[in-house]
C-alpha cells in the first residue's frame, strides 16, 4: 500500500498563501488532493495525472495550483487569496474520493 505523508498546513489570514507538500512512497500515476472541512464529508480539491495534466474544483480554480515533482514522488498544492471557507483538513490520496490518503495537514484561514 502506498504512503502517503502530507505537510506545511498552518494558520493563514485571509487572502494569504500555504504551499502544502506530500511525500508519496512510490510512483502514483492520478494524484489527487481532497479536503474535510470540520463537521463535513470529503471533498475533492484537484488532481493531477503523469502528464502534468490537472483539473481543480469550481471552489478553488484560479486560486490553488497543484504539481508534482516525480523525481521526488511528491505532490503540492500551492493556495492563493486563501478564503475562511478554505479551512478544512487537507489530504493527499490516490483517488478522488480520498479512500487511500495520508494523515492529512489542517489549515486554518482565520483573522
Known amino acids: 500500500q502506498v504512503e502517503l505523508a502530507e505537510s506545511g498546513g498552518g494558520l493563514v489570514q485571509p487572502g494569504g498563501s500555504l504551499r502544502l507538500s506530500c511525500a508519496a512512497s512510490e510512483f502514483i500515476l492520478w494524484m489527487y488532493w481532497v479536503r474535510q472541512a470540520p463537521g463535513k464529508g470529503l471533498e475533492w480539491v484537484s488532481q493531477?495525472?503523469?502528464?502534468?495534466?490537472?483539473y481543480y474544483a469550481d471552489s478553488v480554480k484560479g486560486r490553488f495550483t497543484i504539481s508534482r515533482d516525480d523525481d521526488k514522488n511528491m505532490l503540492y498544492l500551492q493556495m492563493n487569496s486563501l478564503k475562511p471557507e478554505d479551512t478544512a483538513v487537507y489530504y493527499c490520496?490516490?483517488?478522488?474520493?480520498?479512500?487511500?490518503r495520508g494523515q492529512g495537514t489542517q489549515v486554518i484561514v482565520s483573522s
Open positions: 490520496a490516490t483517488d478522488s474520493l480520498g479512500s487511500d
Open positions: 493531477i495525472d503523469g502528464g502534468g495534466s490537472t
